[in-house]
């Protein structure tokens, strides 16, 4: 068995205390606090170099950590050592005659497995076992439902693919950022793609995915993995590619729109949803259909030009209506035309963000795409729209996150945090 350390867990009688200490004097950066039901705690990490500090939090009176902070005050909990196999790790420890308090993993924070060893087999040191997460595996995005006012929204899925993380995160370093999104050997991060189903007056479709015309080589280079699609997910929401009355593009990038069409056997291309109007953003068409150098290789002909062809493209000016509770608003930045959607009902607001912040990990300021064109005005749209977010309780739709599909962006002194609605783990 190979152990490294992963953490050191502090169990905490006064959180804010903690913190004063903990991240304001030592400026350990926090990430955001995570609910662990198993345990009854909310484990607060702070990266420590290459291994973090726990802050564990009681959420209730019988939590073994109120039992603990009760009898022995707060202070040193426990030592959490990775492991490859946690499975295969608590078989061998079984087979010495360690003592376990876990004889079978359970979930931990970060989506992790986690098992704890009795101290009396420890000479007196509480040990976490803990198998992080496999990269991918079991991530299984899944369809979200939740009601707003008077409409219906429902998170698809159309699998997963992966892009450069420098990229991704433009001028932030990667030991920042990979504490975020791990990096596979080719230094790509894991994305999901997560078109929205609105269910009002009629049935709309957000975005939809990179769908499946891609080549062989495109596969590898995004390790597009579809194995669970658009056709699976929408199966899965009641609904038939037939019932599609309005889809409408957030912009004309690949991962957003390949799913707008599908190329039949004969090898034509034709609209993937035979009875809808597609509506896209009459700039953003103008710009998708002449490319340039530097965004050629995300604007795919095929995705689009057969809409026009077909008769049932709707180009639209401006920040309209698409239809009643749910209206476009431009945002340019990551393209000249890009448009995040507003979707309002009941008093409610939730807003489809795209690719101006594409996940939860891109809520910070400078945390922008150096695939924006115009990285300026992602930073002053994202200025004044995470504080009218914040201020409104926008519910914020993920559209590239891999794991939460929609929450809240908090603040807590001047630090931004999502609070997960609809996630995956
Ligand atoms: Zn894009
Ligand atoms: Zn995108």
Redesign the pocket.
């Known amino acids: 068995m190979k152990a490294t350390i992963d953490h050191v867990g502090i169990a905490v009688g006064d959180l804010e205390a903690s913190l004063a200490f903990f991240r304001d004097v030592l400026g350990l950066e926090l990430e955001a606090p995570e609910e662990v039901p198993s345990q009854r705690v909310r484990a607060h990490f702070l990266q420590a170099g290459e291994a973090a500090l726990e802050l564990v939090e009681p959420t209730a009176g019988d939590s073994p950590i109120a039992k603990f902070v009760d009898r022995r005050g707060p202070g040193l909990h426990h030592v959490a050592l990775r492991v490859d196999d946690i499975v295969a790790a608590l078989a061998e420890l079984k087979a010495r005659g360690v003592r376990l308090i876990d004889e079978a993993p359970r979930p931990g924070a970060h989506n992790s497995l986690v098992a704890f060893i009795h101290p009396s087999s420890t000479h007196g040191v509480l040990v976490e076992l803990k198998q992080g997460r496999q990269r991918d595996e079991g991530w299984g995005m899944r369809n979200h439902s939740i009601q707003l006012g008077g409409l219906a929204l429902t998170t698809l899925t159309d699998g997963y693919f992966r892009l450069d993380g420098g990229a991704m995160f433009g001028v932030v370093p990667k030991p920042l950022w990979e504490k975020r999104a791990p990096a596979d050997e080719r230094n790509r991060i894991t994305l999901g793609m997560r078109p929205l189903l609105v269910m009002g007056p009629r049935l709309m479709l957000i975005d939809a995915g990179a769908g499946g015309k891609m080549d062989a080589k495109s596969v590898d280079i995004y390790a597009l993995d579809r194995t669970r699609n658009l056709t699976h997910s929408l199966a899965e929401s009641g609904h038939a590619v037939e019932d599609i009355e309005i889809v409408l593009a957030?912009?004309l990038?690949f991962?957003?729109v390949g799913g707008f069409t599908t190329r039949d056997p004969s090898g034509e291309v034709r609209p993937t949803f035979p009875n809808a109007r597609y509506v896209v953003r009459t700039e953003e068409w103008e710009d998708a259909t002449h490319p340039h150098e530097r965004n050629r290789a995300?604007y795919l002909q095929d995705d689009f030009v057969p809409l026009q062809a077909a008769g049932v493209l709707d180009l639209v000016d401006g920040d309209a209506e698409i239809m009643p509770g749910v209206r476009v608003r431009w945002t340019g930045g990551?393209?000249r035309s890009?448009q995040v959607v507003m979707i309002e009902s009941g008093g409610r607001t939730a807003v489809f963000v795209?690719?101006m912040m594409p996940t939860t990990a891109h809520i910070d300021e400078p945390w922008i795409m150096g695939?924006d064109l115009y990285p300026m005005e992602t930073l002053a749209f994202k200025r004044g729209f995470v504080r009218e977010a914040i201020d409104n309780e926008y519910l914020i739709f993920f559209e590239h996150d891999p794991k939460i599909a929609a929450g809240y962006i908090r603040e807590k002194g001047r630090r931004k945090y999502v609070e997960p609605v609809l996630s995956d783990s």
Request: aromatic share 8%; net charge negative.
């Open positions: 957030s912009h990038h991962d957003h995300s990551h393209a890009h795209a690719d695939y």
